[in-house]
């Protein structure tokens, strides 16, 4: 049985490919196409997951689409627009769009020349099965929150023995935990569905009690007022506040700005009271999302919990969830986003077709995307012009210059699925001085100076650094680090003392794992700084000539790529 997951319409477009219920390939369409959250057809995508399992399109027994679009039609566009002459202004403006939506599958057919079957599938189903499926857990509650599927804005299920029962599916658009967290972004002056991370990272140097100037109220009680429980599992947006539903792209309404003062504008100064909304905004996250879990974990019983949606890339609202110690276990897909749908997509058709889908091994590999030969990296070096041996010992080599203090970029296997480097696509230095941090932001990463880099450890020293009771594979769970060892990781470390932390295992990453033992042996320290090998506004690198390109054009010190280890004096 072989299924290709489509995720295409809206943002963070991408494809995945299985066979006989084994995940071969997930590739992220931004990658190739070098727009972030990319909304293009997958083309590329999609040739790479069939080129890397060796397939053509006419071998593909099942194109598993995500999102229910003719549901998403219906009730988005076609209900809304009886009951109101602003939404029906709103379908009339769209109407290109709602005649493209409508005509998806012809589109995949003729982009593809395929014939076979396609089935579409609900999109926080997808999501859910994307967490639930590789979790390894037997069964799980399941929570799904993005910014919309197809109307619905979550989805509460229980999954027993590779069966998945929906408890909850009343959240409808426009009440969205991540369309509000997008708004404030945009207010904030970044870009929505792009940058809620920065507010994630904003966040701690804020106080959500503060009063808001020349009013009587706190940041947290009035974000309070526009986030509104209903009831155990059912809370609403207040559209007098925030407002994404009668109109694109304006977000928040005169009654916000007035309390709240004027859009920030992109580069202008960062103040008090933008660091208390996103403050604000991260708490009221938190609130709702651990009151929900409360409730469920009480009327449904379950020990273990799978997470997914893009509001589940919000590390520190999991650890939150992992301190709370509600749940014994978490497994959060590592690309929660909407990218990661298609893969979900997979495990739905192919148990949908085989109910033999079910197994409790963890699907721990998140490489799955592009991958190259010794040869052609070779070649794509000697383009370039430049003249290079094989290193004799890449982990001795490497650390050496870690320890030195160099920037490393490390370039090795297939590429990870979702935005986290997981020592693929990495930049890597050592955890100290604290210093390492500000020079990495300001002078490779190009961003802002407060955002924080995760910390790499070898899972053997994980519980002698850091407070955390699971695994943290995928760098999804914000913890606290041990006083005692803060001053040997600064780099690290961020303002509130919490790191998001990747656990380092050898059976899911020999190379990183070598590497970061290597340099564990020169320093006695078990930890990198790990990155993703990009620069602000730049999706991560996913071939040997962007690679070396960026390599040559920003201060990274050394470019780590297969067994070759070119410095900047080989240029």
């Given at each position: 049985?072989?299924?290709?997951?489509?995720?295409?319409?809206?943002?963070?477009?991408?494809?995945?490919?299985?066979?006989?219920?084994?995940?071969?390939?997930?590739?992220?369409?931004?990658?190739?196409?070098?727009?972030?959250?990319?909304?293009?057809?997958?083309?590329?995508?999609?040739?790479?997951?069939?080129?890397?399992?060796?397939?053509?399109?006419?071998?593909?027994?099942?194109?598993?689409?995500?999102?229910?679009?003719?549901?998403?039609?219906?009730?988005?566009?076609?209900?809304?627009?009886?009951?109101?002459?602003?939404?029906?202004?709103?379908?009339?403006?769209?109407?290109?769009?709602?005649?493209?939506?409508?005509?998806?599958?012809?589109?995949?057919?003729?982009?593809?020349?395929?014939?076979?079957?396609?089935?579409?599938?609900?999109?926080?189903?997808?999501?859910?099965?994307?967490?639930?499926?590789?979790?390894?857990?037997?069964?799980?509650?399941?929570?799904?929150?993005?910014?919309?599927?197809?109307?619905?804005?979550?989805?509460?299920?229980?999954?027993?023995?590779?069966?998945?029962?929906?408890?909850?599916?009343?959240?409808?658009?426009?009440?969205?935990?991540?369309?509000?967290?997008?708004?404030?972004?945009?207010?904030?002056?970044?870009?929505?569905?792009?940058?809620?991370?920065?507010?994630?990272?904003?966040?701690?140097?804020?106080?959500?009690?503060?009063?808001?100037?020349?009013?009587?109220?706190?940041?947290?009680?009035?974000?309070?007022?526009?986030?509104?429980?209903?009831?155990?599992?059912?809370?609403?947006?207040?559209?007098?506040?925030?407002?994404?539903?009668?109109?694109?792209?304006?977000?928040?309404?005169?009654?916000?700005?007035?309390?709240?003062?004027?859009?920030?504008?992109?580069?202008?100064?960062?103040?008090?009271?933008?660091?208390?909304?996103?403050?604000?905004?991260?708490?009221?996250?938190?609130?709702?999302?651990?009151?929900?879990?409360?409730?469920?974990?009480?009327?449904?019983?379950?020990?273990?919990?799978?997470?997914?949606?893009?509001?589940?890339?919000?590390?520190?609202?999991?650890?939150?969830?992992?301190?709370?110690?509600?749940?014994?276990?978490?497994?959060?897909?590592?690309?929660?986003?909407?990218?990661?749908?298609?893969?979900?997509?997979?495990?739905?058709?192919?148990?949908?077709?085989?109910?033999?889908?079910?197994?409790?091994?963890?699907?721990?590999?998140?490489?799955?995307?592009?991958?190259?030969?010794?040869?052609?990296?070779?070649?794509?070096?000697?383009?370039?012009?430049?003249?290079?041996?094989?290193?004799?010992?890449?982990?001795?080599?490497?650390?050496?210059?870690?320890?030195?203090?160099?920037?490393?970029?490390?370039?090795?296997?297939?590429?990870?699925?979702?935005?986290?480097?997981?020592?693929?696509?990495?930049?890597?230095?050592?955890?100290?001085?604290?210093?390492?941090?500000?020079?990495?932001?300001?002078?490779?990463?190009?961003?802002?100076?407060?955002?924080?880099?995760?910390?790499?450890?070898?899972?053997?020293?994980?519980?002698?650094?850091?407070?955390?009771?699971?695994?943290?594979?995928?760098?999804?769970?914000?913890?606290?680090?041990?006083?005692?060892?803060?001053?040997?990781?600064?780099?690290?470390?961020?303002?509130?003392?919490?790191?998001?932390?990747?656990?380092?295992?050898?059976?899911?990453?020999?190379k990183f794992y070598d590497l970061i033992e290597e340099f564990y042996k020169?320093?006695?320290?078990?930890?990198?700084?790990?990155?993703?090998?990009?620069?602000?506004?730049?999706?991560?690198?996913?071939?040997?000539?962007?690679?070396?390109?960026?390599?040559?054009?920003?201060?990274?010190?050394?470019?780590?790529?297969?067994?070759?280890?070119?410095?900047?004096?080989?240029?």
């Amino acid at each position: 049985m072989k299924i290709l997951g489509i995720k295409y319409g809206g943002h963070d477009t991408s494809a995945a490919l299985m066979v006989d219920g084994n995940l071969i390939a997930a590739c992220a369409q931004e990658r190739y196409s070098l727009d972030k959250h990319s909304r293009k057809f997958p083309i590329d995508a999609i040739n790479d997951c069939l080129k890397i399992g060796g397939l053509k399109i006419e071998d593909i027994d099942e194109i598993a689409y995500v999102n229910k679009v003719k549901t998403f039609l219906k009730e988005i566009y076609i209900k809304p627009a009886f009951k109101s002459f602003k939404r029906l202004k709103f379908l009339i403006n769209d109407f290109d769009k709602f005649k493209k939506l409508y005509n998806t599958e012809k589109i995949v057919r003729k982009k593809l020349n395929y014939s076979g079957k396609i089935n579409f599938y609900r999109h926080h189903l997808c999501h859910i099965a994307s967490s639930y499926y590789p979790s390894g857990f037997k069964n799980a509650l399941c929570l799904s929150i993005d910014g919309m599927g197809e109307h619905e804005t979550g989805m509460i299920a229980e999954a027993n023995s590779g069966n998945i029962n929906i408890l909850n599916a009343t959240n409808f658009y426009p009440n969205s935990l991540g369309l509000l967290y997008s708004g404030i972004t945009n207010f904030l002056g970044w870009k929505n569905h792009c940058d809620e991370g920065i507010i994630m990272g904003l966040a701690p140097f804020g106080n959500p009690s503060a009063i808001i100037p020349n009013t009587n109220k706190t940041y947290i009680s009035v974000f309070r007022e526009i986030l509104r429980e209903k009831n155990e599992f059912e809370f609403e947006i207040n559209l007098d506040l925030v407002d994404f539903y009668n109109a694109r792209d304006k977000w928040v309404t005169k009654k916000f700005l007035n309390i709240f003062g004027q859009k920030r504008k992109y580069g202008d100064t960062i103040t008090d009271n933008h660091k208390n909304i996103a403050a604000a905004l991260q708490l009221r996250l938190e609130e709702v999302v651990l009151r929900q879990l409360k409730y469920a974990k009480k009327k449904f019983g379950y020990e273990n919990l799978c997470l997914a949606g893009g509001v589940a890339l919000n590390c520190s609202m999991n650890g939150k969830i992992e301190k709370s110690k509600i749940f014994k276990k978490i497994y959060i897909q590592p690309a929660s986003a909407d990218d990661g749908c298609s893969i979900g997509a997979c495990y739905l058709a192919h148990f949908n077709s085989s109910k033999k889908l079910f197994k409790e091994n963890k699907m721990y590999n998140s490489y799955l995307g592009s991958r190259f030969t010794k040869e052609e990296i070779e070649k794509e070096i000697k383009n370039f012009g430049i003249k290079v041996e094989k290193s004799r010992d890449i982990y001795k080599e490497t650390s050496k210059l870690l320890n030195d203090g160099k920037i490393i970029a490390w370039f090795q296997g297939a590429s990870e699925f979702g935005p986290r480097a997981l020592g693929n696509r990495s930049i890597l230095c050592k955890p100290s001085p604290a210093s390492m941090k500000d020079h990495l932001n300001n002078n490779v990463k190009f961003r802002e100076e407060f955002r924080p880099f995760a910390p790499a450890v070898l899972d053997k020293f994980q519980n002698d650094f850091f407070d955390i009771g699971q695994d943290s594979y995928h760098m999804l769970i914000a913890t606290t680090v041990k006083k005692e060892k803060k001053n040997l990781i600064p780099a690290v470390v961020h303002i509130d003392n919490t790191c998001r932390v990747q656990t380092v295992k050898r059976e899911i990453n020999k190379k990183f794992y070598d590497l970061i033992e290597e340099f564990y042996k020169l320093t006695n320290i078990p930890v990198l700084l790990n990155t993703s090998f990009n620069i602000k506004g730049q999706p991560m690198i996913n071939n040997p000539y962007e690679a070396i390109k960026t390599f040559i054009k920003t201060r990274i010190d050394v470019l780590v790529i297969g067994d070759f280890v070119i410095k900047k004096e080989n240029l």
